[in-house]
């Protein structure tokens, strides 16, 4: 019997609307996840996508509360792919010194060697949205991961779930398989472990292509259902959290796994 993606996406998106604080009004709410349906037809220039590697790299192991506290402090520092890719070890340093900086010595060092890296695929393919695409218009599986592997090799920061991470953030038809994403689709008896990083993307693409949704869209849904706030999007407290609320879930009695999920539950 085939899967039903299309049934357990649309009672996850239900859940996620009945859920609504009403300090977040349905319109808002609707909007704001909305935008999240046009990522892929974004028109970026060069600095937007060095923004997203910036954020992403930051990102990467960090609690997102902590991170989005700082972007106007790490933007300050990172302002343009230019000035950053010019940055020399007295710049890092006076970063390094920044009180109210995230003071990693490795991520502030990936930024300006990841500066220099795109800034050279710039002056190779004209720009970097054209180097991207130098792997074909992205809608075939095989484009995409022999670009990742390519983005993996020549940025620092840009592995594991972190690389799906920015190809999600840049409108990529791929999600990223973070830890709720993994451990929501361990449950729903998708994946076998939470390790299985590509096994998580390809069904996130076979929901896209069920529900006819853009692939950010099934991410964010998804997200939002499984961690524990999200106050901006009148989510003041998540459902399939690491210790779930089964009373709140409409899918627990047909298609989810938990406590079974445990046994296979390997950290990623």
Request: charge should be positive; proline fraction near 3%; aromatic fraction near 10%.
């Amino acid at each position: 019997m085939a899967y039903p993606y299309k049934k357990v996406f649309e009672a996850v998106e239900r859940a996620l609307f009945d859920m609504r604080s009403p300090d977040v009004e349905a319109k808002v709410q609707r909007e704001k996840l909305d935008m999240f349906k046009n990522y892929a037809t974004r028109k970026l220039s060069d600095d937007d996508y060095f923004a997203i590697m910036v954020k992403v790299v930051f990102y990467s192991g960090f609690r997102a509360e902590t991170v989005k506290a700082k972007e106007a402090v790490i933007f300050g520092h990172f302002p343009d792919l230019d000035t950053v890719a010019g940055h020399g070890k007295k710049d890092v340093k006076r970063v390094l010194l920044d009180t109210a900086m995230i003071r990693n010595e490795r991520k502030i060092q990936a930024c300006v060697d990841n500066a220099r890296v795109m800034q050279a695929l710039i002056q190779e393919h004209g720009s970097f949205r054209s180097f991207l695409l130098s792997f074909g218009q992205l809608k075939a599986l095989e484009d995409v991961l022999l670009l990742k592997e390519t983005l993996e090799a020549k940025f620092g920061y840009l592995g594991g779930v972190t690389v799906y991470h920015f190809m999600t953030d840049v409108g990529l038809p791929v999600l990223k398989p973070d830890r709720v994403i993994t451990r929501m689709f361990l449950r729903l008896g998708l994946i076998e472990d939470k390790r299985q990083l590509l096994k998580t993307v390809l069904h996130g693409q076979k929901f896209a292509a069920a529900t006819g949704l853009p692939i950010r869209y099934i991410d964010i849904v998804f997200v939002l259902y499984g961690q524990a706030s999200a106050t901006a999007y009148g989510i003041t407290q998540g459902v399939c959290l690491d210790s779930p609320r089964c009373s709140a879930c409409s899918l627990r009695k047909v298609h989810c796994r938990y406590p079974l999920d445990q046994a296979s539950a390997t950290a990623p």
